[in-house]
């Protein structure tokens, strides 16, 4: 066994016994699927998973950044990715494909969080990961998406602000609020232009139509829920129309296909925020959320920090469960937006491709050297994609048992990474900081003497992030305060809620 796996063990050597596959099943990931094969980590699943992932969301970025439109590129011999426009206004989509014998796969409509760029992002690993669970996945760019447009001339958000934002919000709509929505109604034209664009080309990405998935984090998850959800048919409100006739796409809006959504950061406008109630007794979609108890974002029940009363999972399973929608909750009782635990150090964000050339073929040797120049990172980064794996594993049995017609009742679940890898959360689950004290420590690097670095030997020594049951009697203090850090009550007020976003991320 190679001993510079040794530290890494200590996170997942308890999770060998994981089920793991050997062909695409939807569920498991594919072991033999992986870049960076279990032969090269001692046989640890776990450990051959996240260098994968690492790996191949690199070479997706380089075909996002890098490659040619319409062209196949094999980013190892199991899942091959091509790069296409899928609107007029030429924004793009990733498409990835495992590659097995099957002329209809499931399809997984994913697409950004707010922010993101295309380089590994978190939305990256995503898409990989369900790629190796056998899923075509439609990867696709939204109105928040800050990769630089094919024509170099800004990117999407300055495109559809420019184009969109800024047109339709003049003075009788000029509020947060209003351009929330604004920008929620040009990512649900989007949503259907991606689906649209996999319903006509079905026979070239093997895709079966009646089984399509809608998946996101934060701005992602809810643009995946609006679409699910939302009756165009019903939709009055006088920016809907401005959007729809700016953009002019043209062709009719359909949902027709999509099985169950799975989303994490998840939020939508409440009943009463001027659309009307967006979740109705026509509806009948299934849906997983995943939350963070310290979200304050996007919170769990209800916030207005991004202008209209937003609701979270915890709210809006009330409204599915009035209307008999099977639904499912996990709320991580120690996670941020959107769902994660972070780790005590956030560098993993800087580690490069194990790559120094997309033609380059990997090898033990490569990859060891790999690891043992980047060790720090790599348990900084492993610790959160470990999370990420079992959040991925729910969202893929969900839709697996949403197939089959064998959804168990719908319900809440509160989990906890089984090591708090953070000073400040760490003493938030020992009772030594409070959730607001916790959450604005997180938030905005606010945190004074609260925080005890004698503790930080403790965190810098916990890498295990799979998960186990909240540990604690669940009460309304698990859960930040609603509407807490919202505009008013201390938080800069940004106009723009894609630039709130923006800020959040990189504060």
Not at 298 to 310: C, S
Not at 429 to 456: E, H, P, Y
Not at 464 to 492: H, M, Q, R, W
């Amino acid at each position: 066994m190679n001993k510079l796996y040794a530290i890494l063990f200590i996170l997942t050597a308890h999770f060998c016994h994981a089920q793991t596959s050997t062909t695409f099943n939807y569920v498991d990931v594919n072991t033999t699927a992986l870049s960076v094969p279990m032969s090269y980590t001692g046989g640890n699943y776990l450990n051959a998973y996240n260098l994968s992932i690492l790996d191949l969301s690199h070479r997706l970025s380089d075909v996002f950044n890098l490659g040619e439109m319409n062209k196949q590129y094999f980013l190892n011999e199991s899942i091959k990715a091509t790069k296409v426009f899928y609107t007029k206004d030429n924004v793009r989509m990733l498409i990835l494909e495992p590659v097995y014998k099957d002329a209809q796969k499931r399809c997984i409509l994913l697409t950004n969080g707010n922010g993101e760029n295309f380089s590994w992002s978190m939305s990256n690993l995503s898409a990989v990961d369900y790629a190796l669970r056998g899923y075509v996945v439609a990867y696709y760019e939204n109105v928040g998406s800050v990769a630089t447009r094919f024509d170099k001339k800004g990117n999407n958000v300055n495109y559809f602000t420019n184009k969109i934002i800024n047109q339709c919000n003049g003075l009788n709509y000029s509020t947060g609020k209003d351009k929330f929505f604004t920008s929620m109604f040009i990512n649900f034209f989007l949503s259907n232009a991606a689906r649209k664009y996999m319903v006509d080309n079905f026979r070239n990405y093997s895709v079966d139509t009646t089984k399509f998935f809608t998946v996101g984090g934060s701005l992602g998850a809810n643009a995946s829920l609006f679409f699910t959800y939302a009756d165009a048919n019903n939709m009055t409100h006088p920016l809907f129309n401005c959007v729809k006739g700016k953009l002019n796409y043209g062709q009719p809006i359909n949902q027709n296909g999509i099985v169950a959504t799975g989303v994490l950061g998840a939020g939508l406008p409440g009943p009463n925020e001027g659309l009307g109630a967006i979740i109705d007794n026509q509806d009948k979609t299934p849906a997983i959320f995943l939350c963070g108890a310290l979200d304050w974002v996007v919170n769990p029940n209800k916030t207005t920090i991004l202008g209209p009363e937003n609701w979270g999972a915890l709210a809006l399973k009330d409204i599915l469960n009035a209307n008999n929608i099977k639904n499912s909750v996990y709320v991580n009782a120690y996670g941020t937006h959107v769902f994660q635990t972070p780790a005590f150090n956030q560098s993993w964000a800087s580690l490069g491709g194990m790559r120094k050339t997309f033609d380059e073929k990997l090898s033990t040797q490569s990859v060891d050297a790999y690891a043992k120049a980047n060790m720090i990172n790599l348990l900084m980064y492993q610790y959160q994609t470990t999370q990420m794996h079992e959040a991925n594993k729910l969202v893929a049995a969900y839709f697996d048992n949403a197939v089959k017609n064998s959804l168990p009742a719908s319900n809440v679940s509160y989990v906890q990474p089984k090591c708090i890898q953070n000073t400040i959360f760490y003493q938030y689950s020992i009772d030594k900081m409070s959730i607001t004290d916790a959450a604005n420590c997180f938030t905005m690097n606010n945190c004074g003497s609260k925080v005890n670095r004698q503790l930080d030997k403790t965190t810098t020594t916990c890498f295990d992030g799979t998960f186990e049951p909240y540990s604690k009697p669940v009460t309304a203090a698990t859960i930040v305060p609603n509407n807490f850090n919202a505009p008013g009550k201390g938080l800069v007020k940004f106009a723009n809620f894609l630039e709130l976003l923006n800020k959040l991320g990189k504060k």
